[in-house]
Structure formats: C-alpha cells, structure tokens
C-alpha cells in the first residue's frame, strides 16, 4: 500500500511563494507517476500538475504554467511543487497523487489511485 503525506502549505500574501512537498510510504518513488491537484470550496477538484516516473517530463495546467514548478527527488521518494507569485485564486487544499507503474500522462483525478491526505493553502490579497 502507497502512502502519500504532505507539507508545506500556508498563509502568505499575493505575489509570494510557497514550496509544497509530498513524501511517498511503500513503494519505490520510480514506479510512481506523480501529480498535484487542488480543490476549492465548492469547486471539483482539478489538477494542477504532474510529473514522470523519472522525472525527465513534467505538465502544467495553464493557470499556473510559468509560476508553478514540480520536482521530484526519487532517492528520497518526494516530489515537490514550488509555487511562485501567488494569486488568491490559488487558495485551495492542495493533493499530492500518485498512479502505479504508468508513464501516461493524466489530469483526471479518477486516474490517480493514491491520494494524501491535502494541505492549506491560503493566499490573501
């Protein structure tokens, strides 16, 4: 069984960052394809990005394309979402996901098997 745990998230102002980390329980990090997606109240929840097993390929929804940047570590079994100039509507519960042993790219959240439990993050204007 995979177990995601995030961290990370927070209160800060627009316009400034905040750097999002997902640790993986269970399972080597390279056979895990790895995504994050957020959720706002009252909202579905949507994806944000995700990156390969290997982390050599990486996909950006087009909100957050050129702020947002996602890594993995997979020594250490993470992957990280740094998040630069903030905007309110980035408030959300932020998910780390991950899929078994796919290398195919997906933002449906139904495609992702392994889910952590999400963390704040807040961006006040």
């Known amino acids: 069984q995979v177990q995601l745990v995030e961290s990370g998230g927070g209160l800060v102002q627009a316009g400034g960052s905040l750097r999002l980390s997902c640790a993986a329980f269970?399972?080597?990090?390279?056979?895990?394809?790895m995504g994050w997606f957020r959720q706002a109240p009252g909202t579905e929840r949507e994806f944000v990005a995700a990156?390969?097993?290997?982390?050599?390929?990486?996909y950006y929804a087009e909100s957050v394309k050129g702020r947002f940047t996602i890594s993995r570590d997979n020594a250490k079994n993470t992957v990280d979402l740094q998040m630069n100039t903030l905007k309110p509507e980035d408030t959300a519960v932020y998910y780390c996901?991950?899929?078994?042993?796919?290398?195919?790219?997906?933002?449906?959240?139904?495609?992702?098997?392994?889910w952590g439990q999400g963390t704040q993050v807040t961006v006040s204007s």
């Open positions: 269970g399972r080597t990090g390279t056979t895990l394809f």
């Open positions: 996901a991950a899929r078994d042993y796919s290398n195919s790219v997906s933002t449906s959240a139904g495609a992702y098997k392994y």
């Open positions: 990156i390969s097993r290997g982390g050599t390929a990486t």
